[in-house]
């Protein structure tokens, strides 16, 4: 019972000491299947263009999903209309095939962190006012089949 109890409190501590998210949105993937052109979109409003933030890449697909990566376009449309692209790769398994997201059974959850670093690290939002963020696949099949979901999060850095 003792080390139930403490299993329990060491879960609680763990699961509590991620970054609390500033900004979130996920949107569900149909069927899991995304055809090419799709834009999944979120809007945010900003208050805070003093402190640094990091953006991730969040995803969930199934163990059946055939590549070990995953390319993006993520638009950002700014408060002033204007408008960029980046193109982000999604490294989703290790060098054996090993899956590197989270899970247990059929489903991986990931937090992207690409190339070693996050999407954007420390990055500070130039103008307040609302973001329109938006992920579209850039992989060569018209259609990707097995992702569940995607999305964008960010988070307050700590400095």
């Known amino acids: 019972m003792r080390a139930l109890i403490i299993g329990i409190l060491l879960s609680a501590l ?3 000491c991620e970054q609390p998210a500033a900004h979130v949105f996920v949107r569900e993937i149909p069927n899991g299947e995304w055809p090419q052109g799709k834009r999944f979109s979120g809007e945010f409003e900003v208050t805070d ?3 640094s ?3 991730y890449v969040t995803l969930r697909h ?3 999903y055939p590549y070990s ?3 993006l376009f993520v638009h950002t449309k700014f408060p002033n209309g204007r408008n960029s692209r980046d193109t982000v790769e999604c490294i989703l398994t290790d060098r054996a095939g090993r899956w590197l997201g ?3 059974g059929f489903v991986v959850d990931n937090k992207i962190v690409s190339n070693k670093v996050m999407y954007k690290y420390q990055k500070k939002f130039p103008l ?3 973001y329109v963020f938006g992920v ?3 992989m060569r099949p018209d259609t990707l089949h097995e992702i569940l979901d995607v999305g964008i999060r960010i988070e307050q850095s700590e400095q």
């Open 62 to 64: 199934t163990v059946d």
């Open 102 to 104: 989270s899970g247990n």
């Open 128 to 130: 307040k006012g609302t």
């Open 49 to 51: 263009t003093l402190n």
């Open 136 to 138: 579209e696949h850039a």
């Open 14 to 16: 763990l699961i509590g």
């Open 53 to 55: 933030h990091h953006f």
């Open 69 to 71: 990566n995953l390319y």
